[in-house]
């Protein structure tokens, strides 16, 4: 699928598109939406929590429910948090199996940066 890049303007496809698509869901609280008030995850609610198993499990659960309810082009099959680069900031790295190409091309793994006001999604 060919898209538009949110920040830049210019065309983006594939991996890339489907990152930016995954990170606007996960950085979109529910509710906000104003036509699709049931649009997004509750990601948001569970980024600032103190990082226990708890909440790591709420997060994981989040993110497979947020991307298996808005993002048909993904099977998730993996889920992992991780440390962000900076104090305090969170990546997930998601893998999975796209149900929109062929068999040989279907694996992906793609890291999302959280951030507190939206995703920035970068592929990889």
Known sequence: MIGMNASAGTAIADNAHLAQSIGDILGTPIGTRVMRRDYGSMLFDLIDQPINAAIRMLIHAATVIAIRRWEPR???????LFQGAADGSLAITIEGQRTDLPRA????????????????????
Do not use: M, Q, W
């Open 74 to 80: 993904l099977l998730v099959t993996r889920v992992a």
């Open 105 to 124: 091309n279907e694996r992906v793994s793609l890291s999302i940066p959280i951030r507190r006001g939206g995703a920035a999604p970068l592929a990889s």
